[in-house]
């Protein structure tokens, strides 16, 4: 198993950036591919970004395209994510997860294990 702590996350205005981190505990960091969701009130979790284990591959939601970037020190057992030009939309909890076995994954099902979320409000 492995364990996932995010923190990071707080307000901040329109415009400006976050850093995220994911640290995890448990068995090889490296065997897992890391993805990062988020969830919004009254929404569905959704997919944000997603990084392989070597870290030498990413994919992004077409709406953080740009903006987000996600990357992960395998030495520090540990992934980030550097979140500029946050708009209010970018509003919601946003979760890491871990999923082994795969190059990563786009959907919530395709992780195994999640940490507990850190809360980002960007204000207009």
């Known amino acids: 198993q492995v364990q996932l702590v995010e923190s990071g996350g707080g307000l901040v205005q329109a415009g400006g950036s976050l850093r995220l981190s994911c640290a995890a505990s448990?068995?090889?960091?490296?065997?897992?591919?890391m993805g990062w969701f988020r969830q919004a009130p009254g929404k569905e979790r959704e997919f944000v970004a997603a990084i392989s284990r070597s870290g030498g591959s990413t994919h992004y939601a077409d709406s953080v395209k740009g903006r987000f970037t996600i990357s992960r020190d395998n030495a520090k057992n540990t992934v980030y994510l550097q979140m500029n030009s946050l708009k209010p939309e970018d509003t919601a909890t946003y979760y890491c997860?871990?999923?082994?076995?795969?190059?990563?994954?786009?959907?919530?099902?395709?992780?195994?294990?999640w940490g507990q979320g850190t809360q980002v409000t960007v204000s207009s």
């Open positions: 448990g068995r090889t960091f490296s065997g897992y591919a």
């Open positions: 997860a871990a999923t082994y076995g795969l190059k990563y994954g786009y959907r919530p099902d395709d992780y195994d294990y």
